[in-house]
């Protein structure tokens, strides 16, 4: 990460509350093509989230831990605050003298900006502010939220705005949470209701909304200089397993989550 800090721009994009297993099987049914084409492999790494809900989820990562390999370590990570006895710091990891990654690239230069999607980001409240409050510049509105059906066509035209207004030489750190597969997720599936309520079969298809309008995101961020991406989810969520609805719980399909990261080439 040390090459890629300062050479590349950033794209942090979480997709909020997406399952690893309804994840892993729209890429193998090549159902998220846009997204798939970029996995290594064609297939997403298997990672244990650190945290079970959306504003703990986020702390951690921002702090420098994103989800962690689902096999035994210790595995070394891309960022981390300087720590003395850190076992997870490499020679490889990008180290800030800062307590948050977000404020560690702004001290060598990045413009930070966030995109936010579900409440804890939508600066409305006190709480609502500390994620977004991290970052240089902060964008929510209603449409970004989670009882949109458009709302990640919204997100994606704010990025295009943001990058679209930066002098070409100011490097960028763009992290986006996606909030269209989080409960509201029925009115992405056709012939759904809401009486009928959120299933996995809406989660994924709130996937594939997601992933029709991917392609925008990437470009953008791949528009000015060649871009590093992380592209996971912060946790799952439960729709029925063992008794259990929604998150902030210790179920497997709460703690299990798809990762990826990978390049994108300046866009031509």
Not at 45 to 73: K, N, V, W
Not at 247 to 254: I, K, M, Q, S, T
């Amino acid at each position: 990460m040390n090459e890629i800090v300062g050479s590349h721009d950033l794209l942090l994009v979480t997709l909020d509350t997406l399952r690893y297993d309804v994840a892993e099987e729209l890429a193998a049914a090549d159902r998220i093509p846009k997204l798939a084409r970029h996995l290594p492999g064609g297939v997403w790494e298997r990672r244990h989230a650190p945290g079970s809900f959306t504003y703990a989820s986020h702390q951690a990562m921002f702090a420098g831990f994103l989800p962690t390999p689902a096999s035994p370590g210790p595995h070394p990570r891309l960022f981390a605050a300087r720590f003395a006895g850190s076992e997870t710091t490499a020679d490889g990891t990008f180290v800030y003298d800062t307590p948050d990654l977000v404020s560690g690239l702004a001290a060598v230069g990045y413009r930070t900006v966030c995109i936010g999607g579900v409440g804890f980001f939508n600066k409305q409240g006190p709480l609502g502010s500390v994620l977004p409050g991290m970052f240089h510049e902060s964008h929510w509105e209603p449409e970004f939220g989670v009882p949109s059906p458009t709302s990640f066509e919204a997100q994606v035209s704010c990025a295009e705005k943001v990058v679209a207004g930066l002098p070409r030489e100011q490097h960028l750190f763009l992290f986006v949470n996606v909030s269209a597969l989080h409960q509201p997720n029925w009115f992405h599936l056709p012939g759904a209701t809401r009486e009928a309520d959120d299933t996995r079969a809406t989660h994924a298809a709130a996937l594939e909304y997601v992933d029709r309008h991917m392609g925008r995101l990437f470009a953008a961020a791949s528009s000015r200089r060649p871009c590093f991406a992380i592209v996971c989810s912060d946790h799952g969520t439960a729709y029925g397993e063992d008794g259990f609805t929604g998150h902030r719980l210790g179920h497997d399909v709460v703690w299990t989550v798809p990762y990826a990261h990978f390049f994108l080439d300046e866009a031509a």
